[in-house]
């Protein structure tokens, strides 16, 4: 299967166009009277509006330079991922529908139940078949990342069905 460089021209330039959407609304929301920080309240935003902006124009301009070079279907780019697993815009378009279910299985899961079951089908996903290292790979991440998150840095987690054993086991304060 060749590659058509036009559609990937058209997709850089709507991430382009979506960075410009960000960084408007960036633009437009109403700064705070009182500002706790130099990042403000929409510093998160206007980052990432300039990054895909940037990101964007750039990969826009790469395929401009292909597209003169090769022409719409010459010359496909690397080689498959792995021997015998060649890259799939199916399985990309399945992992991008797996961020969204996970997102929202997040609040009323939690995220000790919801990142392990996640991270293990996207291993699998990618051909990691040995089960224990799955697993210790999946949980042990999960467990890092809520020590980090919940006990280091103070960010509030979230921990669903969990709530009540995460608190009386003292790990956690009280959700309401």
């Known amino acids: 299967m060749t590659m058509n460089?036009?559609?990937?021209l058209v997709g850089s330039l709507l991430i382009a166009a979506l960075g410009v959407g960000v960084l408007a609304y960036g633009w437009t929301y109403p700064q705070p009277?009182?500002?706790?920080d130099l990042?403000?309240?929409?510093?998160?935003?206007m980052v990432l509006g300039a990054g895909l902006l940037i990101g964007g124009i750039a990969q826009s301009l790469r395929t401009v330079a292909l597209l003169r070079t090769f022409g719409p279907h010459g010359?496909?780019?690397?080689?498959?991922?792995e021997p015998g697993f060649p890259a799939s815009g199916s399985r990309g378009l399945a992992f991008l529908a797996g961020s969204?279910?996970?997102?929202?299985?997040?609040?009323?899961?939690?995220?000790?139940?919801?990142?392990?079951?996640?991270?293990?089908?996207?291993?699998?996903?990618?051909h990691?078949?040995?089960?224990?290292?799955?697993?210790?790979a999946a949980v042990g991440f999960t467990l890092v990342g809520f020590?980090?998150?919940?006990?280091?840095?103070?960010?509030?987690?979230?921990?669903?069905?969990?709530?009540?054993?995460?608190?009386?086991?003292?790990?956690?304060?009280?959700?309401?």
């Open 39 to 45: 990042f403000g309240p929409m510093g998160v935003p």
């Open 5 to 8: 460089r036009r559609i990937d």
């Open 128 to 136: 990691f078949r040995t089960w224990w290292k799955l697993a210790l």
């Open 33 to 36: 009277r009182i500002q706790y």
């Open 100 to 126: 969204f279910v996970y997102i929202a299985a997040l609040e009323p899961l939690g995220y000790l139940i919801a990142t392990p079951i996640t991270l293990g089908v996207a291993l699998y996903a990618l």
């Open 75 to 81: 010359a496909p780019e690397g080689t498959e991922d």
């Open 147 to 176: 020590a980090v998150f919940s006990s280091l840095l103070s960010v509030p987690v979230p921990v669903g069905i969990l709530n009540d054993l995460l608190v009386s086991l003292g790990l956690i304060e009280r959700v309401r």
